[in-house]
Every structure is written in C-alpha cells, then in structure tokens.
C-alpha cells in the first residue's frame, strides 16, 4: 500500500515538474512562479465556468434557431 502511494507522489512530482519545464517557469523565483500559476488556475477556471454556465443556452439557442 506504502508503494502505491510514494509511486503516486512520484508521477505527480514528475508532471509538476514537466509543467515547469514545459512553461519555462523553472527559471523564475518562486512567487514569481506562484503568480503564474495563481493567474493560470484562475483564467481556465474562469474559463470553466463560463463554459458551463452559458454554453448551454447558447447551445439551446442554435438548436432552436437551425430547427
């Protein structure tokens, strides 16, 4: 049981630090880094939420109107 959760601790380090490599942020200072990701987080979470919120009208909508 120990191993499946230091290997699941393991793949999640590993893709945190793929998001650093991948978005260059390896070489910022840390709040520097945790602005971006705080701005990250908050842009698709905003992104989301709209997403769900009015996609589905607008999606009623066109149903609607072609029909």
Do not use: C, D, G
Not at 3 to 29: C, D, G, P, V
Request: net charge positive; no cysteine; aromatic share 20%.
């Amino acid at each position: 049981m120990l191993s499946y959760i230091r290997r699941l601790f393991k793949f999640i380090h590993w893709l945190y630090l793929q998001y650093l490599l991948n978005t260059a942020l390896y070489m910022l200072e840390p709040w520097e880094r945790l602005l971006f990701s705080t701005l990250l987080v908050a842009i698709i979470s905003t992104a989301i939420y709209s997403a769900l919120v009015f996609l589905p009208h607008h999606v009623r909508s066109m149903i609607q109107f072609y029909s």
